[in-house]
């Protein structure tokens, strides 16, 4: 009961990038500067990066078509996150999770568990497939 509130009252989603961005391959690692340190309220947060850019989607499609063609596009991809805090940093990786709506498409990049008490002051992106026009977004729960 305690996690629902915690959820309810400090539960958020923040973009991370003001404008979209291109993300390289390769030795490239992308760190991405943060207003804030990220704090999780659950063991689920997770960066997403929206694709929608990326991905050719019809307007006819489903919901369920938007996720399988963002599937079919990342699968065997090489997508981690680093969050860095003083103590500890925690890779998050994309293992096929996707969160699809009407008009976007997002990747989600998961850890385990993401320790709450942990301040983390960086984030560095990494990838084997070009991202371009991307947005990155934290979401600091999970239901």
Known sequence: MIEFFTILFFGKTILLTPSEIDIDVGNVVYELPLDEPLVAVSGGASIQIDVTNMLKLDESMTVRQFREVATIRFRGSAILANLIAESATIRLDFDGATSVDENSV????????I????????????????????SVFWKNYSK
């Open 115 to 134: 320790p709450l008490d942990l301040e983390f002051n960086r984030l560095t992106l990494e990838t084997s497939v070009p991202l371009r026009q991307v």
């Open 106 to 113: 997002r990747i989600i990049l998961e850890a385990d568990d």
